[in-house]
């Protein structure tokens, strides 16, 4: 089984303000895709990735399959690994600079051209069983000849922000790695089937501190894990979710730690229930802790998300059964508690919900 790296068609609408495609050959067995990012600092700023991408949405036959932010998918590639985060590196006037005579590229350097890597993992390297590892990569034909009909990548680019160059250009390209093989058959019909780690987003609105009961959480599929980020505050108003843009990554810390004047609302605690029985029960140290001796990455917790994991073992059905065999729970309900000491125009906790099972809208 040949690994195949190379370029992939051009990612077309390229652009400030907009949200360019690009679209995957079909044929090949997709382990990974990953985005070159190229801008230019303005002075005195560095470039960060908030400030290049937005949402990045996988769509299979025309269907999203995988909805997060660009930052979104980072913290969670990164909680399992610190060599699974994006790298962000100084590319002035084109070329990778180094540190004298060391070979080691340089980080991003304030008003110089900055060059970003990050992947979105099909395959999940961080498995312990290559071929459980493989499972979850994604496939687009299957031995009987049939294909899927399309499959492309929709990014959102944002408006150009105070850290990029007066009149600065963004450039995007997109690397994939495939093999040969196809796609798995069902042992009785013989018949095509996908089963993938779908990624899906929403919000949860609530006024002020306490709980925060959600009971509109798709109840489908496989549960394998969900991520819940708080809301951050906007200097000057407005809406966002995430670090405030244009922060350094010792920024972002700093605000996240910083208790007197907090910048988002923390969530302390979840609760879960399935058909009235409680199967979590925990504050953030504890499920955090619970983490780490599951081999999470112990940096990538930071206070402003809460990670449920269902899926710990090697195995993609280990996680949280929703529905199977026809049958569905009747009842799914998360409790979160959250303190709002942010001065948050809106108020939102944004839920990415990660399932294992079949396309959505059909293959």
């Not at 949860?204 to 306490?210: C, I």
């Not at 894990?225 to 990554?249: C, D, H, K, L, M």
């Not at 206070?303 to 073992?313: E, I, N």
């Amino acid at each position: 089984m040949n690994r195949i790296q190379k370029k992939c068609n051009p990612v077309e609408g390229v652009g400030w303000g907009q949200v360019p495609t690009v679209t995957f050959q079909i044929g090949p067995r997709y382990r990974s895709v990953l985005f070159e990012v190229i801008a230019t600092g303005a002075a005195g700023k560095i470039v960060t990735i908030n400030d290049v991408l937005g949402d990045v949405v996988f769509k299979v036959n025309g269907n999203p399959q995988r909805t997060h932010s660009a930052w979104q998918m980072d913290q969670i590639n990164r909680s399992f690994g610190a060599q699974y985060a994006y790298n962000v590196y100084n590319h002035d006037a084109g070329v990778l600079h180094f540190t004298g005579g060391t070979g080691v590229p340089d980080g991003p350097v304030a008003a110089k051209e900055t060059i970003f890597y990050i992947t979105a993992f099909f395959r999940e390297p961080w498995r312990d069983s290559y071929a459980v590892a493989d499972m979850f990569c994604w496939p687009t034909s299957w031995p009987d000849g049939s294909v899927l009909s399309s499959f492309t990548c929709e990014l959102t680019v944002p408006p150009i922000s105070i850290n990029i160059v007066a009149g600065g250009t963004i450039q995007i390209t997109c690397y994939t790695e495939t093999d040969s093989m196809l796609g798995s058959v069902d042992a009785a019909t013989k018949k095509p089937i996908m089963l993938i780690n779908r990624w899906e987003r929403q919000n949860a609105v609530y006024g002020g501190s306490g709980l925060l009961v959600i009971s509109t959480l798709p109840k489908k599929d496989i549960l394998s894990q969900i991520s819940f980020f708080s809301a951050y505050a906007v200097p000057g108003g407005g809406v966002y979710v995430g670090p405030i843009p244009g922060n350094t990554a010792a920024k972002t810390l700093t605000d996240q730690n910083d208790t007197a004047t907090p910048l988002f609302d923390a969530i302390t605690s979840a609760k879960i229930e399935v058909d009235n029985v409680t199967i979590r029960d925990v504050s953030k140290a504890v499920s955090d802790t619970l983490l780490i001796d599951d081999n999470c990455n112990e940096s990538a917790l930071p206070p402003d998300r809460l990670d449920v994991v269902f899926d710990k073992s090697d195995r993609p059905d280990d996680g949280l059964v929703l529905q199977a065999g026809g049958n569905t729970v009747k009842d799914f309900t998360v409790t979160l508690n959250v303190v709002a000491g942010a001065a948050n125009a809106s108020k939102f906790v944004t839920i990415l919900r990660q399932s294992f099972g079949p396309l959505a809208g059909g293959q």
